[in-house]
DNA sequence: CTGAAAGCGCTTACAG
DNA sequence: CTGAAAGCGCTTACAG
């Protein structure tokens, strides 16, 4: 009755090649204290030597627990919905996890999550905004499961914690502009709730105290990442007498809004007006200029936040320590961005 | 060695009740031909009595092929993956396959995609503008494995179809802004090379048909489904001596693009210029106003999708006749769109 | 057209 | 700390 002839590597051949039975193999797989340190290398040696890659089906038969990472998200991600499935999807398969998605609103009780967590999924990823509603803080902090939390600028106690160093990225939006030779740049701050906000203004001030004595305040407005604030606080920044050449905005969304603002005016967008935006959504790049932004590698920080979900729901015994990983961002130039016009005539 | 107790039902259960071997149970849930049609039936009314469903894992582990599935997708489109990958990855894990996505551009070769679909797929998910490319058109018309179209307005040759319907949404969009009040109403259309840009057309030609004795040439502009294509179309149609009252863009981003242009000759939409959208894309409510468009249930779509395909797959010998199916649309109302203003002085 | 039985590659209770 | 062995729920070659 032999079926197709074996081709893959077994947790057999590895029992075999380390002298060992099947029974030790799994356990050193599974993560079990109970395995003499000496015994353990063996075995991962042989398991490095064969290259083997235990069978998902098989261990599930056999009754392995299987792993359901459950992303959750909301609606104002949206657009950044796509990237973020696209790697946890890659990503999922890769590890043997089956990926779930869950919609959650900011409105959502503890309670509803944790009995998710406890009973349906065996971790966690959190994309922002949903990252820095309440419910979650609590949830995550719990610990009970294995959370990464993406592009958080809190820290909670026990997740782990992805990000690119939003402080960073847009000190160097904004010491672009200045290289640009700007002076009187603007900044539209984003959303007050959402902890992303205060790094990217700090990273503006960072920048602008460089070359200035004083940043002024009448060139820093507060928006929500909205269109419609972009647009209003954009609308405000350009009515005073002493305009900016060049506003930096939280995100793209307002960056879009802003430059509806400065159309309406009849200022044109790059050449009297220039204007970033954060974020690199689907709107930088439709909008007309596109606009110059900063990208984050979503697809691969889910992929990662995957990975690191697996790892450690997989290492049982082992450290528990949150992780905290930094991603690297991109300065995407496009064209919202010139050299400032004389001072507008208006 | 008493493991867990058992609780679902399993083949051997269903064979039991049926009065058959497990192997004949197999067989049939498999679609094998050669079991005889008293069996058969003997054997489904079982497995609807006990609601059997087979254990994934064991079907892998035996040997069962597993089913890949993979959703192709491209640029463009990057907005709308988020909605597609929400459906596709549930309804994946429902039916038991995996989900694969991967990315091509225009210019793939017909010969790249058959491999990978001849070696590594089972099935294959298009949606727009994919669809139309070429290369598509030919490995699809192959009929060597399930493939679903998404919002195609082609038929392709044993491929399933799935879409809405771009010309009943297009002319009761139409009808809406002539039940406004409108009448001179533009219409810009959709890039040439996808299919659905003419079914919109047709739909917006045969609503005003039926209010004008003939459409005003001029009032139609094409456009490529960018943001810029549809600045500039409704630039132009804005500058004409007898400008309409309302745009009728076959996407959003053309209608933000289209916005974008009214606000630069200081027209304020809705009140003096309406205008309205497709697709219901991020942009469409991001953008100020936010627009009025039409909604495609993509998240279901790909869900369907995905089990057609399936469906087809398990279906060894079943019909192979190709689905066409209609999803319904909604047409979203927001704040784009009024009651035609006073011709607009300037 | 149908059944008996081996085998897929693991995990884990049991027994040292 | 380790091994022998049963069992997870199917599929399929073989033998009628």
Redesign the interface.
């Known amino acids: 009755m032999q079926?197709?002839q074996r081709k893959v590597v077994t947790l057999v051949d590895v029992a075999q090649a380390a002298g060992v039975s099947s029974a030790t193999v799994s356990r050193v797989i599974n993560g079990h204290s109970q395995v003499r340190d000496a015994t353990r290398s063996r075995v991962n040696a042989a398991i490095e030597r064969l290259d083997f890659s235990p069978?998902?089906?098989?261990?599930?038969?056999a009754?392995a627990k299987e792993m359901r990472i459950c992303l959750l998200?909301t609606n104002p991600s949206?657009?950044?919905?796509?990237?973020?499935?696209?790697g946890a999807?890659?990503a999922s398969?890769e590890v043997g996890a089956?990926?779930?998605?869950e919609y959650v609103e900011e409105g959502v009780s503890t309670h509803y999550l944790r009995d998710k967590l406890l009973n349906q999924w065996d971790g966690i990823i959190v994309p922002p905004p949903i990252c820095d509603f309440n419910s979650i803080q609590e949830l995550v902090s719990d610990g009970s499961k294995p959370s990464v939390l993406l592009s958080s600028s809190m820290e909670v106690r026990r997740a782990h914690v992805m990000r690119i160093d939003d402080f960073l990225a847009a000190r160097q939006v904004t010491e672009m502009l200045i290289a640009k030779g700007h002076r009187e740049i603007a900044f539209i701050k984003g959303h007050p709730r959402q902890s992303v906000s205060e790094s990217r203004y700090n990273g503006y001030i960072e920048a602008m105290s460089q070359v200035v004595e004083n940043v002024r305040p009448d060139l820093i407005e507060q928006g929500f990442f909205?269109?419609?604030s972009g647009?209003d606080a954009a609308a405000k920044l350009l009515a005073q007498s002493d305009p900016p050449s060049a506003i930096f905005a939280s995100n793209d969304?307002m960056a879009?809004?802003a430059?509806?603002a400065a159309?309406?005016l009849?200022l044109s967008v790059p050449k009297e007006l220039s204007v970033v935006g954060f974020d690199d959504?689907?709107?930088a790049n439709?909008?007309?200029p596109p606009l110059t932004t900063v990208r984050q590698p979503v697809a691969e920080m889910a992929a990662e936040a995957v990975r690191i979900v697996r790892a450690d729901f997989d290492n049982v015994g082992g450290s528990k320590q949150p992780l905290n990983v930094d991603m690297d961002h991109f300065i995407v130039e496009r064209e919202s961005v010139a050299a400032p016009h004389l001072r507008p005539q208006r």
Do not use: C, F, Q
Not at 78 to 86: F, I, M, N, R, V
């Open positions: 079926k197709r069978n998902l089906a098989a261990r599930m038969l009754g998200y949206s657009s950044y919905l796509g990237e973020l499935l696209l999807v890659t398969s089956s990926l779930v998605v909205t269109y419609r647009m969304d879009a809004g430059i509806a159309n309406k009849g959504s689907p709107m439709s909008v007309w």
